[in-house]
């Protein structure tokens, strides 16, 4: 896939209502950026911390769904954890997501948030269960 395929097959879901989008991608990362706006924002303006768990675990599942057959796994996240670091107003902020583990069933992924200046927002860990589709 490219990425124009990844970002139009994310529409219509929360990924596309957050503005979140992939910029680029690798065997074992991702990368993607997301708008600081009312879509993101908690009541006092600033970065809500579910959008950034919310970009983490977006980045990490569908770079575990690139590693896999699609046609015969899915994937769904199993865990998530994420450190906030300091808050954002407005802008951009962008995420980095390494795979640190690619196992038959789970995948982890390390993940840092950026801000426009490069300073870390956020940072956290995903990991993810590859599930078989019935009768695949």
């Excluded at 219509?12 to 989008?21: A, P």
């Excluded at 910029?23 to 950026?33: A, R, V």
């Excluded at 046609?71 to 390494?98: D, F, M, P, S, W």
Aim: aromatic share 6%; proline share 2%; charged share 20%.
């Amino acid at each position: 896939m490219n990425l124009k395929d990844i970002n139009n097959f994310n529409q219509n879901t929360l990924i596309s209502h957050l503005g979140i989008e992939v910029t680029s991608y690798s065997e074992h990362s991702i990368s993607g950026k997301m708008p600081v706006d009312h879509r993101t924002h908690q009541p006092m303006g600033l970065l809500h911390g579910g959008a950034s768990a919310a970009f983490i675990e977006s980045l990490g599942s569908i770079g575990s769904a690139m590693l896999v057959d699609i046609e015969k796994q899915y994937i769904v996240g199993l865990e998530i954890n994420t450190n906030h670091i300091r808050g954002v107003r407005t802008g951009y902020v962008y995420c980095k997501a390494n795979c640190i583990h690619k196992g038959r069933t789970t995948h982890i992924w390390s993940a840092d948030i950026t801000n426009d200046e490069g300073k870390l927002v956020s940072t956290g860990r995903l990991t993810v269960l590859v599930k078989d589709i019935p009768n695949s």
